[in-house]
């Protein structure tokens, strides 16, 4: 096994390049969002960590929900707006909020007029999809632990 | 499914009655530890996360490696001392470490003169186990989930 670091200061971690998996006309949704990998470096393979940063105005995903892995989220910074379901509720930190598998749909949105700052983790289920209640996008997680995009009658974006 | 809490204030969730699964004659390696469990109030399966509050001088384990489970943990207060394998490091608030299943052995013990405060996070892969290279425990997840502790011989606690 490759030598991982000891310990990592979370905000000196570089912004992951490639902003989202989203298709063209669905990626300016997530305008203003910067995620730093916190898992990967130390050969975590179960589960993902970010500490997500979100401009004002910018949202942590499009609504959604995972069919087979569980998340939850923990805010550091600001005040970002939570999502889930039909109901809204405005977060400070020191907040956490979790979302099962097969739950209801989920997003935040950052309303405040500064950054807000969350950590994020999600599970690596295999055989995930996630289905996206107000657009027209599925994800199929791949053998080889990819995502698949596609619309949702499955063709192409 | 029964409806969980949208969110919760972290701090405001009670500390966990019973504060650990090991024998009487190790539990005092964990004195003045105090930890909230914040994903199974969402109803999350497949990780755990804790708030995890260490007075002066307390540990977050005893030295330890997951057999499948992958861990993680955040620093929000304080500087506990981290210990990974033979190395040992002084950890700050925004500092954060994972600790890949099968990988090298590791504990925190706050040093420090003030609490120190964590976000720990783990998976629950089936059939883990735990290794405990220091003391003379063994500990393996039941089919349940529940952990069955026991010497390294196999003999009852």
Redesign the interface.
């Given at each position: 096994?490759t030598e991982?670091p000891?310990?990592?200061?979370?905000?000196d971690v570089p912004p992951r390049p490639r902003p989202s998996g989203y298709p063209p006309d669905l990626a300016p949704k997530l305008a203003g969002r910067e995620k730093r990998v916190?898992?990967d470096?130390?050969?975590?393979?179960?589960?993902g960590?970010n500490l997500t940063r979100l401009a004002p105005g910018a949202a942590s995903s499009i609504h959604h929900v995972h069919a087979k892995?569980?998340e939850?989220i923990?805010v550091l910074e600001g005040t970002p707006t939570?999502h889930?379901g039909e109901?809204e509720?405005l977060?400070s930190p020191?907040?956490?909020?979790?979302?099962?598998?097969?739950?209801p749909p989920h997003h935040l949105v950052n309303r405040g007029d500064r950054d807000a700052v969350i950590?994020e983790?999600g599970?690596r289920?295999a055989g995930d999809s996630v289905f996206y209640p107000e657009d027209d996008l599925a994800a199929a997680m791949q053998p080889d632990g990819t995502w698949r995009y596609t619309r949702k009658d499955g063709s192409p974006l």
């Open positions: 096994m991982g000891t310990a990592l200061r979370a905000a916190l898992g470096p130390f050969g975590l393979a179960n589960f960590v892995s569980d939850w923990y939570l889930v109901a509720r977060l020191g907040d956490c909020a979790g979302f099962p598998a097969g739950g950590l983790v599970d289920a």
